[in-house]
Nanobody
């Protein structure tokens, strides 16, 4: 069982920055692909960014490319999402997610096994 705990959300003005962190339990962190998703009320959970188990490969949604950076520290079992140049449309609950590495990368929520509780990010205009 893997437990994920997010932190770092909050209220920021347009153009500002936030850094989200997700700490995971367990001693097999390096076997998991980690991702960030986000969700607004009434909409499906949306892919934001993904990082491979050893951190060598990343992928981003087109809407956040060039503004967000995903990273991981396999020593302290943490994945982070640095969010810069934030826009009101980035407002959402952000979720950390994990799935066992399989050699195939997925960007849909249904492919991820473990989820954090979510952290609210609000960008004011």
């Amino acid at each position: 069982q893997v437990q994920l705990v997010e932190s770092g959300g909050g209220l920021v003005q347009t153009g500002g920055s936030l850094r989200l962190s997700c700490v995971t339990s367990g001693r097999t962190f390096t076997t998991y692909v980690m991702a960030w998703f986000r969700q607004v009320p009434g909409k499906e959970r949306e892919f934001v960014a993904r990082i491979s188990s050893l951190g060598r490969s990343t992928d981003y949604a087109d809407s956040v490319k060039g503004r967000f950076t995903i990273s991981r520290d396999n020593v302290v079992n943490t994945v982070s999402l640095q969010m810069n140049s934030l826009k009101p449309e980035d407002t959402a609950v952000y979720y950390c997610a994990a799935r066992l590495s399989s050699g195939t990368y997925y960007n849909t929520a249904d492919k991820y096994t473990y989820w954090g509780q979510g952290t609210q990010v609000t960008v004011s205009s």
